[in-house]
């Protein structure tokens, strides 16, 4: 009787430790991005979210687009699972989906990267762009670069 108790108590605080374990896991949060120094109220806005590093900028695995209305505008990915992600923006001003670039490939529209961050010939990595997500909101004002 005593050894079936016992048993009963560690099955119980196992199953317990484990929906602790798996709730944890599961933890969702948010990304607020408000982007900022938008130059004019055309175009669209196209906000990228990444959570890989062999697929940043280049699959990602949500997205938003929203008018440019002003000199900001604020985006909000929800129910995030907890982990590291990293966002890319464009301010498309033609709304052609795409950056815009020169003959020599710089761009002619705006762009930003979560972190403000910025590489020295080219776009930063996913290190430098990313953000942790845990239950928590996440909030980044991120200003546009126009080149």
Known sequence: MIKKNIMKKN??????????????????GSIEVTVKNIKEAKGSIR???????????????????VKA???????????????EYAVSIIHDENDNGELDSNFMGIPKEGFAFGNNA?????????????????????????TLIYM
């Open 11 to 28: 099955i119980l605080l196992t199953t317990l430790f484990a929906l602790i374990a798996f709730g944890t896991a599961l933890a969702q």
């Open 69 to 83: 209305t002003g000199t900001e505008v604020t985006v909000v990915f929800e129910n995030l699972i907890a982990g």
């Open 47 to 65: 906000v990228g979210l990444y959570n890989q590093d062999e697929d940043f900028l280049k699959k990602a695995i949500d997205g938003k687009v």
């Open 118 to 142: 910025a590489g020295m010939f080219g776009p930063p990595d996913f290190k430098q762009a990313k953000m942790k997500v845990e239950s928590e909101p996440v909030k980044q004002a991120i």
